[in-house]
């Protein structure tokens, strides 16, 4: 194995501290746009009592664009974003693993073949 240089390690912690900072600015508008509100239950909930709690939201409820544009943002950046950067990275180490067992060390090629056909001719040995 190689062993790291300095721009390696360099380069490793760069892409680390671009995640975090990535994420923080993803959180960002759900800190901003969340908001606490008071919701009752419905008639006919807990034997006719009315309940009030309060609730989290992460969108204004005035607005009824903001949950579809919650959900599709959701989906993206937890799902389906990482989903492509996961498959794209697999795809690099099946390639370069399949490009390696090539390579390996006594694996047998036409010239290991030869090598063993002359050796068996020259010892008798019957193939």
């Known amino acids: 194995m190689d062993i790291q240089t ?10 680390a ?3 975090w900072l990535l ?4 959180a960002v508008p759900e800190a901003i ?13 807990r034997d006719n009592m009315n309940v009030t709690s309060l609730n989290c939201v992460p969108y204004p409820l005035s607005n009824q664009m903001h949950p579809k544009i919650h959900s599709v ?3 993206l950046v937890y799902f389906l974003i990482p989903l492509t950067i996961i498959s ?4 690099h ?3 370069t693993l399949i490009k390696s ?7 047998v090629s036409e010239h290991t073949k030869r090598q063993v056909h002359f050796f068996s001719i020259q010892h008798g040995v019957v193939q």
Request: proline share 4%.
């Open 33 to 45: 746009f969340s908001q606490v509100v008071s919701m009752q239950s419905p008639q006919g909930h």
């Open 88 to 91: 794209v990275y697999y795809y």
């Open 93 to 95: 180490i099946a390639r």
């Open 6 to 15: 300095s721009s390696a390690v360099f380069w490793t912690c760069l892409k």
């Open 73 to 75: 943002m959701i989906f």
């Open 101 to 107: 067992a090539h390579e390996m060390p006594g694996e």
């Open 17 to 19: 501290v671009s995640i």
């Open 23 to 26: 994420s923080v600015l993803l």
